[in-house]
């Protein structure tokens, strides 16, 4: 076993110019009242390698153009398609016009794991909310369902962008599984 040098990992990477002929996941992250930008550029981040199909910014989540969002983006706000609502209530029509079922990444008493998704439940968008107090009861009683990711220590949280890349990836996974694509691309 080696490290692969730098150029071994960007001759297996997507290119630039391939972006727009490959396909993105079936999934859309909402990101409600974060306040912290540099989770913005973290998840912007994660959504590229996770090959999202666009990233929502909802409410006072800090967006594009914003010098602390690319620090942690290292780029990805020009390759993650990303939209802005000031209202998530717009966002959720939106997206329930693309047949998207609305999926909260939150504690609730549903007790449902984040990694039971069904072919039914694709194309999604995944809710995530703010660092403090999560989202509100009014956004999940707007919301197809709710999934959790389970905590088995004291903590009953993560933060934000590591819960983004959680369920994203994870998501990712079921979504090749149930589809029987194993491709990497």
């Known amino acids: 076993m080696r490290k692969?040098?730098?150029e071994e990992i960007l001759s297996l990477r997507l290119k630039l110019e391939e972006l727009p002929n490959v396909a993105p996941h079936?999934?859309?992250l909402v990101l409600h009242n974060i306040r912290s930008l540099y989770n913005v550029g973290s998840i912007?981040?994660?959504?590229?390698a996770a090959r999202v199909k666009q990233l929502i910014l909802c409410g006072y989540t800090p967006h594009p153009p914003r010098k602390e969002i690319e620090k942690?983006?290292?780029g990805a706000v020009d390759t993650v398609p990303w939209r802005y609502f000031k209202k998530i209530e717009e966002a959720l029509e939106y997206l329930r016009e693309d047949k998207n079922k609305i999926i909260a990444l939150e504690i609730t008493d549903n007790k449902r794991r984040y990694d039971t998704f069904t072919k039914d439940e694709?194309?999604?968008?995944?809710?995530?909310g703010n660092e403090?107090?999560?989202?509100?009861?009014?956004?999940?009683?707007?919301?197809d369902d709710a999934v959790e990711i389970?905590?088995?220590g004291v903590k009953h949280s993560l933060n934000v962008s590591v819960a983004a890349g959680i369920i994203l990836f994870e998501t990712v996974r079921i979504f090749h599984n149930l589809y029987n694509n194993?491709?990497?691309r």
């Open 150 to 152: 389970p905590m088995y």
């Open 132 to 143: 403090l107090i999560g989202i509100e009861d009014r956004i999940l009683a707007l919301c």
């Open 44 to 48: 912007f981040r994660t959504c590229d």
């Open 72 to 74: 942690t983006a290292l």
């Open 26 to 28: 079936p999934i859309s």
């Open 122 to 128: 694709f194309p999604m968008a995944i809710i995530i």
């Open 182 to 184: 194993n491709n990497s």
């Open 4 to 6: 692969l040098t730098h």
